[in-house]
């Protein structure tokens, strides 16, 4: 009888985790499953070749025994921006091939479009703010302001109150306010989608999503956030189910989840 418990006991404790080993794998599995489904909710990616741009900023250069030439450059912060989206493609399951664009003078509708960068760097996100999105403005110093040569940058802005403390705001209104001193660790983040159908007439074209902050570490931190922090972008983007416009603080090197207002009904008129 002791025998036959003992054996019995053994076999039990075999079963159980097997048990345990199954139900883990399961769950493991609908957790990297839901992962999948929230991301691909969030990006709305058409299964198709996607292409990235960086912002790039013209450098003057001196090599030994030359004459100095300038060449466009990306920083080593924003490199990172590739392989981030590289990974989030990936997790989704969807055409991986990615092409890296220096200049693109409209949407390349049949393509996913990543423009990582604002106003200030890329001319096609520059005239989508003006002509989609002209309810919206950055507040700036007037020394900032002044100083800008670009008419359509200067219809995007609006001189501060107060050179310490600066806004994005609404038809007038502001909705986010920032830190915007010199040693300041605030600021913002925007992250607008666009889709074929609803945003292009077309069912044809890809995905486009503008991604900028004012800061590089701000571009870095949205790229991460599809992958790395998916939970805190899903529940405020779930319900829309085609296009989005939202934004967020970025403080001490992070997105405040928190913090981000959809202004999604209000710019989508």
């Not at 502001?174 to 069912?203: N, P, Q, W």
């Not at 999503?209 to 800061?215: E, L």
Request: with cysteine.
């Amino acid at each position: 009888m002791i025998r036959y418990l003992l054996e019995s006991s053994y076999f039990s404790r075999i079963i159980s985790s097997i048990v345990v080993a199954i139900v883990t794998l399961l769950c493991q599995r609908m957790y990297v499953e839901m992962k999948r489904y929230r991301i691909k909710k969030i990006l709305s990616l058409k299964d198709c070749k996607s292409g990235i741009l960086l912002p790039t900023r013209n450098r003057g250069i001196v090599l030994s025994g030359l004459d100095p030439v300038n060449i466009d450059v990306v920083i080593y912060k924003e490199v990172l921006i590739l392989f981030e989206i590289i990974k989030t493609i990936n997790k989704v399951g969807i055409d991986s091939e990615i092409e890296m664009y220096k200049y693109v003078d409209s949407f390349d509708h049949n393509k996913n479009i990543f423009y990582f960068g604002g106003y200030l760097v890329h001319d096609y996100v520059k005239n989508i703010l003006v002509d989609k999105f002209s309810m919206v403005k950055f507040t700036c110093s007037k020394k900032s302001y002044e100083a800008q040569t670009d008419d359509r940058v200067k219809k995007l802005l609006q001189v501060s109150e107060c050179d310490s403390r600066w806004h994005i705001l609404i038809n007038d209104v502001a909705v986010l306010e920032y830190d915007a001193s010199e040693d300041s660790k605030e600021g913002y983040v925007v992250l607008i989608k666009r889709t074929g159908l609803a945003d292009f007439g077309s069912d044809d074209y890809g995905t486009e999503h503008i991604c900028f902050g004012n800061t590089p570490n701000a571009n870095i931190s949205i790229a991460r956030s599809f992958v790395h922090h998916t939970n805190g972008l899903y529940k405020h983007l779930k319900k829309h189910k085609s296009h989005y416009f939202i934004i967020a603080k970025f403080e001490n090197g992070k997105i405040n989840y928190n913090s981000i207002i959809d202004l999604t009904d209000i710019v989508f008129k």
